[in-house]
Structure formats: structure tokens, C-alpha cells
């Protein structure tokens, strides 16, 4: 049996999915993204010496501030109350990137997976936008869902 897309009416219209009559529960999502730079690049975010500042800071910043407006970027995405946003990097020398990982979480009715995607893509972003006058080859890529729990489909780790 094919999956059925619930944000389309059965005359292929798109729509928002009616979460009128779901009880709320805590949901929590993670998501992960990497941005590689160069060895010079990774050495002034480390070091706190890139031209327009303290980077992985405002990228923290950007990336929950992101995740706070999901819903006004993806079209049919539900305005959420969230109760919490985190954004975290890691330095990862040897491959000469660093990772971003955003945690959502509130209770609701409706999942925050496009939330912790959007926070990750946009912390990733907002590095580039700091760094792009030292590299403009960085390069964003394997952002995913790493996590995510609560609602009726219950748990999800990547990977397994």
C-alpha cells in the first residue's frame, strides 16, 4: 500500500493537517548538519579571530532563532509553542568542518522535526555567511533527522 500525503485533500489541494482532535504529548527532535571550511577558516572560528566575531555564538543565536519561526518559512507547517531550542557545535579537525546539532522540544500536538531541521540549516548557514570572505567553497551537507520522539509514530533514531 502506497503512503498517503496528508497535507493534500482528496482533490490534490494542499493543506495544513487539522491536529484539532490529537492530545498533546511531549515531543523532542534532533537534527545534525555539517559545514566543511578550510584548515585557515576552522582556525578563526576556534580561535575567535573571523572578521565579524564570535561565530559559532551567533550561530547559535541564528539557528534558535530559526527554529522559532519555522512555521512562517515551510508552507503548511504548524506555528509552535516551543519550549525549548538548543543549537551545539562541534569542532571536527581532521575532517576540517564543524557540526551542528538542534534540539527541539515542546508539548504539543504536532511534531518538531521541521524545527530542529530548520535551527540546524540555519546555524549551518549563518556560519557561512560569517566565514565567506576567508572561503566561499565551505560546503553544507548532511543534514538529517537524528532523533525524534512523542505522538503516535513514537521513536525514531537514525539508523536503526
Known sequence: MEPKFNHFDNDGNAIMVDVSEKQPT???AVAEGTIRVSQAVLEAISGGTAAKGDVLSVARVA?????KRTSDLIPLCHPLALSHVSVDFELMPQQNAVKARCTAKLTGKTGVEMEALTGVSVALLTVYDMCKAMDKSMELGNIHLVHKEGGKSGVYERGQ
Open 26 to 28: 511531549l515531543r523532542t
Open 63 to 67: 539557528g534558535i532563532m530559526a527554529a
